[in-house]
């Protein structure tokens, strides 16, 4: 099978497998069609592109620019198209015969405000501001919103359970998740009182972008009479995600969760009250790599995965897998309950000397998947990424478990195959890759029926859980 990379000029990755065909027509959209397991086309319209613009990365394949490279014609199809960036498409779904999960985010929903600035102030300076974005944030917010932008091609269901003020800025944090496509179902506490925001400061240093935030708490919480009250039916979902904010609503629900065994994920950012409780009965736990050096202090070595097995045997006993993002040098992923894997060192996701396109590989010695992180994006702002790291990592993985054979309602199992997971952390740094080209939280993350490149690495996950492959209809 021939796999090709392209790049289009705005930096769009899409993929080429033996299930589609991939052309480039003259108003620059890509058209995809079905042509079985045939690898034998490449087309581009000599006119409207140059070897920039459309350049095979990963295969050593020079294709000339002829308008067909085919040894046979194929009717193109209607039922995938899709646009350069910005474009609209129509794209074929997960089969009716397939559920997708419902996910659930409870915690902060917030408004923030990020300035551009040219240096961080030193005391008692004025300074402007460049630039200055007013947009939803919050850290189960924005995760919310990176899942409901991957639905409903992937996820059949995004709610978030918060708590906001009777502020004004507690209905513009309301209204940010309609907005945009966001795909977010509201399950909101009101009081009285203000809502929580976020004054951002964003700059770059030594050609790095960095940011500063000072956050402002909410003058109220969420109450445990509210979450008894609404979310009465926690069994219709998949898996629930908690960020540690509002703890004692949190708390509360995590054990109802670990009650009716319904799976759930947390947010471990830093030590938080309540996070103790939450750390104990979680699935699934995302952290940064500050966060276990913190914990283990001069006990922490220099291996990122070994810090995160130790940390996470000690204060989360029941979790399956674990996950630590490592910046600009990627993420690592172990699975906790197979401690007897004697898999040798092996690369399941290639990356090209000249592609963008993260690898994956399995390190034998500390027992981890390590994905490095796409090149070539320009990093505008940093704020949120980690939350659209982990919106686009939990949509996969449970994406991956609704796929699994014999999978039925929420009764559903961690994926410990290697690829399955490989693939979903590419597509968690593809969604955290988009989102810091854009200002601010949101306005980056990527849409599922937009990006071709999540579209095949889901594709690849289905296939490699052995549900039946996608076709065009």
């Known amino acids: 099978m021939v796999e090709l990379y392209f790049r289009h000029v705005d930096m769009n ?3 080429r497998t033996d299930a589609y065909r991939w052309l480039l027509c003259e108003d620059m959209s890509y058209v995809i069609t079905s042509f079985g397991n045939s690898a034998d086309l490449v087309a581009a319209h000599p006119h409207h592109c140059s070897w920039e613009t459309l350049n095979p990365l990963y295969s050593n394949m020079r294709i000339p620019f002829a308008l067909l490279l085919c040894s046979s014609s194929v009717a193109l199809s209607s039922a995938m198209t899709t646009k350069a960036k910005g ?19 409870v915690g902060l929903a917030a408004v923030d405000f990020v300035a551009t600035v040219d240096h961080f ?3 008692d300076e004025k300074m402007r501001s460049s630039s200055l974005l007013i947009e939803g944030g919050g850290n189960a917010g924005n995760t ?3 899942m409901g932008r991957l639905s409903p091609d992937f996820v059949q269901k995004v709610s978030l359970c918060t708590a906001v003020g009777t502020d ?3 209905q513009t944090i309301l209204d940010g998740f309609s907005a945009d496509g966001n795909n977010v179902n509201l399950i909101a506490e009101r009081y009285e009182g203000n809502s929580p925001f976020s004054y951002i400061l964003s700059t770059d240093i030594d050609g790095e972008n960095t940011r500063t935030c000072i956050h402002q708490p909410s003058s109220g919480d969420m109450s445990i009479e509210f979450i008894e009250k609404e979310l009465k039916n926690l069994k219709e979902y998949t898996s629930v995600h908690f960020d540690a904010r509002y703890p ?8 109802k969760c670990a009650e009716l065994g319904v799976p759930y994920s947390l947010d471990v950012e830093r030590p938080r009250e309540g996070l103790k409780e939450l750390l104990e009965s979680a699935t699934v736990v995302i952290c940064n790599a500050n966060y276990c050096a913190g914990v283990l202090g001069d006990k922490a070595s220099d291996s990122a995965a070994e810090n995160l097995r130790t940390v996470m045997k000690k204060e989360a006993p029941n979790a399956k897998l674990a996950v630590t993002t490592l910046g600009a040098k990627g993420s690592c992923l172990i699975l906790l309950d197979s401690e007897e894997d004697d898999s040798e060192d092996e690369v399941i996701l290639k990356e090209d000397d000249d592609s963008n396109i993260p690898s994956v590989r399995f390190d034998k010695a500390q027992k981890a998947l390590f994905c490095s992180s796409f090149k070539g994006y320009n990093v505008v702002d940093t704020t949120g990424a980690g939350d659209a790291f982990i919106g686009g990592f939990l949509s996969s993985l449970w994406y991956a478990a609704s796929m699994q054979p014999g999978q039925k309602d929420s009764t559903v199992a961690i994926p410990t195959d290697k690829k399955v997971l490989a693939h979903a952390l590419r597509i968690a740094s593809r969604v955290a890759g988009e989102k810091v080209e854009e200002m601010g939280a949101r306005k980056g993350l990527p849409y599922g029926s937009k990006d071709i490149f999540i579209q095949t690495e889901m594709e690849s996950i289905k296939k490699a859980t052995g549900a039946p492959a996608l076709t065009s209809a």
Not at 87 to 105: A, C, E, F, I, R
Not at 248 to 255: E, I, Q, R, T
Request: glycine share 10%; with cysteine; hydrophobic share 35%.
């Open 121 to 123: 102030p030193d005391p």
């Open 168 to 170: 004004a800025n507690g």
């Open 87 to 105: 474009g609209s498409k129509k794209h074929v779904g997960g089969s009716s015969d397939n559920w997708k999960p419902k996910l659930l985010n």
């Open 13 to 15: 990755w899409v993929r």
């Open 248 to 255: 004692k609503a949190a708390v509360a629900l995590s054990k």
């Open 144 to 146: 919310a919103c990176a």
